[in-house]
C-alpha cells in the first residue's frame, strides 16, 4: 500500500482561461457581469476614419483574393489543355 501526502493537492480548481457563462447552456447566468465590471467605452470613429479603415481590410484580403483567383484560373486553364 503506499503512503499518500497529507498536504493538498497543487491543482488549481478557480482559476478560468475562458468565461463559460454561455448563452443556452444550463449554466447561463445573465446577471453576471463580464470583463470583471469593467466597462466597456465605445469609441466614436469619424466617417473619414472608417473608410481608412474598409480600405485596410480590403488591402488585407486583396493577396488572397488574387491568389485564389490566380490558381481557379490556372485550373479551369489546365483543364481545358487536358479535356481539348
Known amino acids: 500500500m503506499s503512503r499518500r501526502n497529507k498536504k493538498d493537492d497543487d491543482l488549481d480548481m478557480e482559476t478560468t482561461f475562458a468565461d463559460m457563462n454561455i448563452d443556452g447552456f444550463r449554466w447561463y447566468d445573465p446577471t453576471r457581469k463580464k470583463n470583471n465590471g469593467e466597462k466597456r467605452v465605445r469609441h466614436k470613429v469619424s466617417r473619414k476614419e472608417y473608410w481608412q479603415m474598409v480600405r485596410g481590410a480590403f488591402a488585407a484580403y486583396l493577396p488572397f483574393f488574387i491568389i485564389v483567383l ?5 485550373m479551369v486553364a489546365v483543364a481545358y489543355l487536358w479535356l481539348s
Open 70 to 74: 490566380l490558381s481557379l484560373g490556372a
